[in-house]
Structure formats: structure tokens, C-alpha cells
């Protein structure tokens, strides 16, 4: 275990110890099938802080985030929000607590079939806090927020870009003035600018104390702007055996100067040994493939 | 001396002939499991729509789009094909029954057909096809594109929010399709054998008085709502339970037509027994079937 891992007391900020925890992960398990996505993973996000999780696609990520907002049940161990364990929750109960959460999807996950409009005014109405004239000041409000005209609210999901799409998203995760936000990889797929437009909107978010944000994300400028903390998974298939999955766990400050050479490759965006492993595969698969075994031995 | 061996030598049931039943055994094993499984799932997801049916109202402005789309979309579609199925019929059954001297008593052939069986199917797989794929291919690129995911991340279920409403627009307007496609069916057999083949207008629609009752055409419209149900319940499942990417769309879209249409053969075999069985035992005798 590397000294970042091993440092993985739940939360190296000390925070924990001055604010009470809004998310626990205790020993949680994930697998799917035979496969297994989320090891024993131990994790405590105190209230108002903002966490950044970043590792490799196919790691659990977005499954980690998931089964916060019960959307993944875990296979063994414990979510626990403000101090209730989330697994033995009631549907109503759950549907209560969900009222707190504002979840940015990958791609927005806007409802194709209705207005910009009504997916903002969507909590709303679900929850019966606002209608009429009171709704629709809301959900300018919103957009407005979000730097988008009020002309939008009458326009379909297909008829924006990627980047007005992941605004509305936010708007419409926003609306119900949420505890938790969890973001799952919001500036993927955009330009810088659009970027650093979503960054500038997490922070905003950020501005309230009691609000505690989750950024998945691959972009190491997000993770490097809106962070207080940064978690990197590491896939569990390829950890050495009692290896822990999370490698990295702390201030982004010290992500370039980690002992861990997979977190500082990570960082980097170099293939390094990943790449040789990834040879190694293909020529173990082939090796009775003259050509290929010519290739990788020259 | 030594016996004559009975065995046949050139069979031998090595261990390659062993491994391939054990495969065999293992592939038709996991096919049942795999078909039960399914199964029970699709009952456990019916059984949360009927909860979510008597415990809950649909939320507002859910039910009227579905109810157009599945009713009043569907509308021309079911109206011309019950059209044509009625003037096939009476193209097809004519060259028989003429040899047989029976032309007059076409009529009764042709309207009990389409309001006992043809119109209700009909008016079915036609509903199956258009709104049962559509309603599968929707919520199946609303799985994989995280709108239920979303919808359950905001407080909503799925299950109420999109499933209860299209439940209710198949079953409600199911009915309304059948009586149009046998409407039709009847117009399109009357027109081609009447005035396109020249049989009398009087024995024709004698004929079908005859034997034609409130009791086939009751019989017809109650298996309807059967149908829609089924058409409903197995393709919204199938959108529940799609796979990642646009072939798991596609493959949800097929299955839920596929599925539907099997299942609704299979229940209209068992209803018409059920109601036939149910029709001896109020009018032992034959009766008058109603009307």
C-alpha cells in the first residue's frame, strides 16, 4: 500500500473532526455479477466539503455515486447520510431524503419529451413546492443562473448544444436548493471554455457552507479548480492482492508530488506501464500470431 | 466360445459424447432458468404497476399524450387494415363456398370471424406493433440515456410516472380500436361481397343476424382488454430492461413485439376456451347468445 493509501483515514483535510460527516461509505462492496467494481471501500465527506473523485474509466466511479442516491444497492456495507443508513430506508423514506440530492448526469439526462422548462420545473412539480406564476419565476431564476436566456425554457433538450445541455442539468439538479450535489463527469465532451464556464458554476455552488459537492471527473484542470479534496479509485482488477482501492486521498496540491507512481502517471495523462501491460495482454493473446510477436519483439 | 456381442460398436459413448450432454442438458437448463427468471420478474413488475394503479393517481399531463398516441395514432392504421382483413376474407372464403352452393351464408362466416377473432388480434398485434415497439424503444433509450436514473435521483418512480399511464391508455382504448377494426372489417367484407361480387344484400346481412350475437361481439371486446394489458406490461419491461447502446434499443423493440404477439396468442386460446366453457354453462342449450 502506497503512503497516500495508507493514509486513507477516512479524511486527510481533518475536517471530519471539526464538521459532522454527510456521507459514510463503511466497508462497501459492489459487484456485479462475478465482477467486482467497489472493494471494502471506506470513505467519510464531512458537510460543505468538496470532493473530487477521479481513476481510470471502468473503476466505480459513477457506481460509487450511484449507490449514494440509491440508485445501486450495495452488495455488503453501509451508506450512511447524515448519520441514517440509506440500505434499510423505505421507498417513502428515500423518496424524502432524495429531495436533498441534485444529481448532474454524464450527458444531463434531460427528458427528450417535454420542454427545458418543465425538466428544470420537474422537483418542483414532483414534490408539489411551486406552480403557476411562482414556478415559472423559479425556473428563470434557475436559468438564469446557469447563464441561459429565458427564451431556452420553450426550446426541446435536442435543440441545444452539449454544453447549454449540462447547464440546464445543473439548473434542474439546483432547483430544490440541495445538500448534496453529485456531478458525474460534467465537463466531459466540452470545449475549454465551456469548461472552465461548468467549473465557474460548481464553484458558485460551492459558496454555500452547508451544500457538499461530489465531482467525478477526468479533467484534471476541474479537479485542480473546485477541489478541497481529491479520492482516486484505482480499478480493483488490477490492484496487487489487500491492496486498497482508493490510492490517493488528499489535498489536489499534493496529487504531482504523491509516492504512488500510478496517481502522479494518472495526473500526468501517461500511459507508462499501462500501456506495456496493455501490449503484454495483446501479445500473450496472439502469441501465435508470427507478425504481432515480430512487432512487439523488435 | 464367446457370446455374439450385443452392443453396437459402431456407437460409442466416449467422453466427447458426454461432454456434449452435459452441454446439451447444461444450454436447455439455463434456457428454463433464464425464461422463469424472466418471468418472475415481468410478474414482480406487473404486481408494482397494479400497486401504483390502485394506490395512486397518474401525475397530471402524463395521461392525455399517451392516450393520444396509443388511441388516436392508431386509429387510421387499425381502420384501413381491418378494411382489407374483412374484404380478404370475403375474397378468400367466396371460391369455397360457392362450390359448395353456400354463398348466401357468407355473411355469418365473415362478421362472426372478425368480431369473435379477427378483430380483436387484429386490432392487437396492430397495437403491438406500432405502440408496444414504440413504448419499448422510448423508455429502453430513456434507461440507457440515465432519464430513469434520473427520474428516481428527483424523487419519482418510474414505474408510477411512466409505466401506470401507458398501462391505462392500452387497456381504456384497446376496446375502442377493436370496435373499430371490426366496424371495418364488416364494411370491407359487405362492399367486396355484396357489391363487388353481387351477392344479395338481404341474405348477407340475414345471415349474419343470424349468426352473429351480443355474446361474440361481448366476447371479442373483453379478450381486448386482456391484450392491451399484455401489450403494456411485457413492453414497458422490455424498455425497463434494455440493454446499453442502440442494439439493446433495438433488440427491446423487437422482444417487446415478439413477446406480446406470442403471449397474446397464447391468451386468446386460453380465453376462448374460458369463455366458451362460460357460455355452456349459462346457455346449456345453445340460446340465443345474448341478442
Redesign the interface.
Known amino acids: 500500500m502506497s503512503a497516500d493509501a495508507a493514509q486513507n483515514s477516512m479524511d486527510p483535510t481533518g475536517l471530519a473532526n471539526q464538521v459532522r460527516p454527510r456521507i459514510e461509505l463503511r466497508d462497501m462492496t459492489l459487484k456485479f455479477a462475478k465482477q467486482t467494481i467497489l472493494n471494502h471501500i471506506n470513505l467519510t465527506i464531512p458537510s460543505g466539503q468538496t470532493v473530487v473523485i477521479i481513476g481510470e474509466s471502468g473503476c466505480g466511479k459513477t457506481m460509487l455515486l450511484k449507490s449514494i442516491v440509491g440508485l445501486v444497492a450495495p452488495t455488503s456495507g453501509q451508506v450512511i447520510y447524515d448519520g441514517q443508513d440509506i440500505g434499510r430506508m423505505n421507498d417513502v423514506e428515500m423518496t424524502g431524503l432524495r429531495r436533498k440530492f441534485g444529481f448532474v448526469f454524464q450527458n444531463a439526462a434531460l427528458f427528450d419529451s417535454m420542454t427545458i422548462g418543465s425538466n428544470v420545473a420537474f422537483p418542483l412539480v414532483q414534490h408539489n413546492i411551486a406552480k403557476g406564476r411562482q414556478l415559472e419565476r423559479m425556473v428563470s431564476e434557475r436559468l438564469a443562473e446557469v447563464g441561459l436566456p429565458e427564451n431556452v425554457s420553450f426550446k426541446r433538450p435536442a435543440e441545444l448544444s452539449g454544453g447549454m445541455r449540462k447547464r440546464v442539468g445543473i439548473a434542474r439538479a439546483l432547483i430544490l436548493n440541495p445538500e448534496l450535489m453529485l456531478y458525474d463527469e460534467p465537463t466531459t465532451g466540452l470545449d475549454p471554455i465551456m469548461s472552465d464556464v461548468i467549473n465557474e458554476l460548481m464553484l458558485r455552488t460551492r459558496r454555500d457552507p452547508s451544500v457538499t459537492s461530489l465531482i467525478i471527473t477526468h479533467d484534471m484542470r476541474t479537479a485542480r479548480k473546485v477541489a478541497d479534496r481529491v479520492v482516486m479509485l484505482y480499478p480493483f482488477a488490477r490492484l496487487k492482492k489487500g491492496e486498497n482501492q482508493i490510492i490517493y486521498d488528499g489535498p489536489p496540491a499534493g496529487l504531482d508530488s504523491s509516492d504512488d507512481r500510478r496517481v502522479r502517471q494518472f495526473v500526468e495523462g501517461e500511459a507508462g506501464e499501462r500501456l506495456m501491460e496493455l501490449r503484454r495482454k495483446e501479445f500473450d493473446g496472439f502469441h501465435e500470431t508470427p507478425m504481432l510477436a515480430d512487432k512487439y519483439s523488435s | 466360445m464367446s457370446l455374439p456381442s450385443t452392443r453396437n460398436d459402431s456407437f460409442h459413448a466416449g467422453p466427447g459424447f458426454q461432454e456434449a450432454l452435459y452441454r446439451w442438458v447444461s444450454d436447455w437448463g439455463e434456457l428454463v432458468v433464464d425464461a422463469m427468471l424472466t418471468l418472475g420478474d415481468m410478474a414482480i413488475f406487473a404486481g408494482k404497476m397494479f400497486l401504483w394503479l390502485f394506490t395512486a393517481l397518474p ?1 397530471k399531463g402524463t395521461i392525455l ?1 399517451n392516450f393520444y398516441h396509443v388511441g388516436v395514432l392508431s386509429l387510421p392504421v387499425v381502420a384501413l387494415t381491418g378494411t382489407f382483413i374483412g374484404m380478404v376474407l370475403a375474397n378468400q372464403s367466396y371460391t369455397q363456398f360457392r362450390d359448395l352452393g353456400l354463398e348466401s351464408r357468407m355473411g355469418g362466416v365473415i362478421n362472426y370471424s372478425l368480431v369473435r377473432e379477427l378483430g380483436p388480434v387484429l386490432a392487437a398485434t396492430m397495437l403491438a406493433g406500432r405502440v408496444g415497439s414504440a413504448m419499448a424503444a422510448v423508455l429502453g ?2 434507461r440507457v ?3 430513469i ?2 427520474l ?6 418510474p414505474i408510477h410516472y411512466l409505466v401506470v399511464p401507458r398501462f391505462l391508455a392500452c387497456i381504456l382504448l384497446i376496446p375502442a380500436l377493436t370496435i373499430m377494426a371490426d366496424f371495418m372489417g364488416i364494411v370491407g367484407g359487405y362492399f367486396y361481397a355484396v357489391v363487388m361480387l353481387g351477392l344479395d344484400h338481404y341474405q348477407y346481412l340475414n345471415n349474419s343476424r343470424n349468426f352473429v350475437s351480443g355474446w361474440d361481439f361481448f366476447a371479442g371486446i373483453f379478450k381486448s382488454f386482456f391484450f392491451g394489458g399484455i401489450i403494456a406490461v411485457v413492453s414497458c419491461y422490455r424498455g425497463f430492461n434494455c440493454q446499453a447502446g442502440a442494439e439493446g434499443v433495438g433488440r427491446a423493440a423487437t422482444a417487446a413485439f415478439v413477446f406480446s404477439f406470442v403471449l397474446i396468442l397464447g391468451i386468446d386460446l386460453m380465453l376462448n376456451i374460458f369463455l366458451e366453457s362460460v357460455f355452456r354453462t349459462f346457455w346449456p342449450h345453445g340460446g340465443s347468445k345474448l341478442i
Request: charged content about 25%; proline content about 7%.
Open positions: 401525475r399524450p433509450t430513456m440515456t440515465e432519464q436514473d434520473a428516481i435521483s428527483m424523487g419519482a418512480d
